[in-house]
């Protein structure tokens, strides 16, 4: 015993009387090692534990998962059910084997079968769904009031914790993904608030997403009580204790007055941003929209920009680029998704920050959103990368539209040195699977003063050579057709030409094109006269009226 005793962990927790004790004190207990069970080493400490709700000391990381279930268990005020359909009983799993878990866990079940969870929950449409979801938080929430808070209502917090989700199946390789959440409240008789998640599971094999499932699990019910109060920090422990590639949150929902202060649009940005998932969508009304439902099964039109703001450029851009790719492909356009996209890339290199200005970004989503675009914001650099995410939804074509100086930056293959195939495989990975680029002119003026900026520190920007690619000098409008790539890629760009993946745009308007999105902010900013000519009259208003992007 005394061997085991000095190999025991020292584990500190800080506690308080109540969630709300404003002077912590601090607890020091020796587990013996994990061959001897938690429960054997702390049971005699649990009289004191039922009295205490324990908080881990940030100094000393996250909490393990049977840590986590564990501190749940034996805090009295936290009781409540888990239902739990198509990934196994994961969740439940952890709490039983923690130990303590009757002092938690009012009821589990798990209603595979159609008929049965029919007869529970009544008849659904779909049952992998946010409906199917709700539905079940409904029911069980509702049962436990029912028949617990006339006996414990005054001393306890509710919580029904469901998910409804398919894993990767026997008979067939179905995407692995679905829907949990947690109904809880903060104090007893509280009203209760939702989280609400929507995840795919990336691992390959159906036992290994059901771990995943459980962790995400235990870590969504650990956060709702004990982090409810720090948006930030819950979001941040969703993936404790698990790969970050093991599983992806493309949707979070906070419901109810718990969250009254969090912004739905910017939780969704930080799960970009924090790595859950590579993109978030925003639809025209200003809502967070899932994915699989905007693009599922649609034609892909997108423009890629920093619309800051947007202006005429950017909207003919749109419409030039629809009615090019609608009569390459005999698209009627109502079959059309339109897509703006902002790269997180692109928002820290303008606001020269690592660190994300929320509410420049979402005054940028606001414009675009006003317009009727949907705004995607992602992760992806690379266009091959942004492609592959839209494959996942959609077998149709893709339109991108680009500018005459994206094209050239694609051109280059600098941009591929971590590729051991470098352009050749970046564009392989682009182009296949029907997609295309389509690309709108620029004033040769206006391309110059473009590459003159971004290259400066470039020795070819000091000789002619460099300008060769913009063809004849008596040429004032640069197409993708008169565009003169490196010598050594030509052969390579004609036959993207012919073969319809690079695409020139018809029917532009060039009267919009003398001036960079920058430079009319900028005007906007000193108050130019005539600076709105550039911008929709929407647009014009917005940035009267709300004043963003520093205008005065």
């Known amino acids: 015993m005394q061997q085991n005793f000095n190999k025991s962990v020292n584990c500190v927790y800080k506690v308080g009387a109540s969630?709300?004790?404003?002077?912590?004190?601090?607890?020091?207990?020796?587990?013996?090692p994990d061959c001897c069970g938690d429960r054997i080493?702390?049971?005699?400490?649990?009289?004191?534990?039922?009295?205490?709700?324990?908080?881990?000391?940030?100094?000393?990381g996250p909490l393990t998962n049977n840590r986590k279930a564990l501190h749940i268990n034996l805090d009295p005020a936290i009781y409540g059910t888990i239902a739990e359909i198509g990934a196994g009983q994961e969740v439940a799993r952890f709490f039983f084997r923690a130990g303590g878990a009757s002092g938690t866990v009012a009821k589990t079940m798990s209603a595979y079968d159609m008929k049965f969870s029919d007869e529970i929950y009544g008849k659904a449409p779909r049952y992998v769904s946010r409906e199917r979801l709700e539905t079940m938080l409904d029911r069980e929430f509702s049962l436990l009031q029912q028949r617990l808070d006339e006996e414990r209502g005054d001393s306890t917090q509710f919580f029904a914790y469901a998910n409804t989700l398919t894993t990767t199946g026997y008979t067939q390789k179905t995407e692995a993904h679905g829907w949990m959440g947690i109904r809880f409240q903060t104090s007893p008789k509280a009203p209760p608030n939702d989280i609400i998640l929507h995840l795919r599971m990336l691992d390959s094999t159906a036992d290994l997403q059901q771990i995943a499932v459980g962790i995400v699990g235990l870590n969504l019910v650990y956060g709702a009580f004990f982090f409810h109060n720090q948006p930030h920090?819950?979001?941040?422990?969703?993936?404790?204790?698990?790969?970050?590639?093991?599983?992806?949150?493309?949707?979070?929902?906070?419901?109810?007055?718990?969250?009254?202060?969090?912004?739905?649009?910017?939780?969704?940005?930080?799960?970009?941003?924090?790595g859950y998932t590579k993109a978030v969508l925003f639809g025209p009304g200003q809502t967070v929209e899932l994915p699989s439902t905007v693009l599922r099964k649609r034609s892909i039109l997108l423009e890629r920009g920093g619309f800051r703001p947007f202006t005429l450029v950017n909207a003919d851009m749109i419409?030039?680029?629809?009615?090019?790719?609608?009569?390459?492909?005999?698209?009627?356009?109502s079959e059309m998704v339109t897509i703006t996209e902002i790269t997180l890339r692109n928002l820290r290199r303008t606001q020269e920050s690592d660190h994300i200005d929320y509410t420049d970004l979402l005054h940028?989503?606001?414009?675009?959103?006003?317009?009727?675009?949907?705004?995607?914001?992602?992760n992806y650099f690379e266009y091959y990368r942004l492609s592959a995410y839209f494959r996942r939804y959609t077998s149709e074509e893709i339109g991108i539209v680009l500018g005459i100086n994206n094209l050239i930056e694609i051109f280059n293959p600098e941009y591929y040195d971590d590729l051991d195939g470098g352009i050749l495989e970046a564009f392989g990975r682009l182009f296949k699977n029907k997609v295309h680029l389509l690309i709108y002119p620029m004033l040769r003026e206006s391309l110059i003063a473009y590459l003159r900026q971004r290259y400066i520190e470039d020795p070819d920007t000091k000789d002619d050579a460099f300008y060769q690619?913009?063809?004849?000098?008596?040429?004032?409008?640069?197409?993708?057709?008169?565009?003169?790539?490196?010598?050594?890629?030509?052969?390579?760009?004609?036959?993207?030409?012919?073969?319809?993946?690079?695409?020139?745009?018809?029917h532009f308007d060039e009267s919009h094109m003398k001036f960079f999105p920058r430079q009319i902010l900028e005007m906007a900013r000193a108050n130019e006269p005539g600076w709105e000519q550039f911008v929709t009259p929407e647009v014009a208003v917005y940035l009267k009226s709300e004043n963003p992007f520093g205008l005065e």
């Open 469 to 506: 690619q913009l063809g004849s000098t008596e040429t004032h409008l640069i197409t993708a057709d008169n565009l003169r790539v490196r010598a050594t890629l030509r052969n390579l760009y004609k036959y993207l030409i012919e073969t319809r993946s690079i695409i020139p745009v018809e």
């Open 233 to 274: 920090r819950l979001l941040a422990t969703l993936r404790d204790n698990l790969e970050e590639e093991r599983i992806e949150i493309d949707r979070i929902d906070c419901i109810g007055p718990a969250f009254a202060e969090v912004n739905p649009r910017v939780h969704a940005i930080q799960l970009v941003e924090m």
């Open 364 to 378: 940028r989503v606001n414009i675009l959103n006003q317009a009727g675009y949907t705004v995607l914001v992602s």
């Open 41 to 60: 080493a702390i049971s005699p400490y649990l009289h004191i534990l039922k009295q205490l709700r324990m908080n881990v000391d940030d100094n000393i």
């Open 19 to 32: 969630p709300r004790s404003q002077v912590p004190f601090q607890v020091v207990l020796f587990f013996l």
């Open 319 to 333: 419409k030039s680029g629809t009615e090019t790719f609608a009569k390459a492909f005999d698209y009627d356009t």
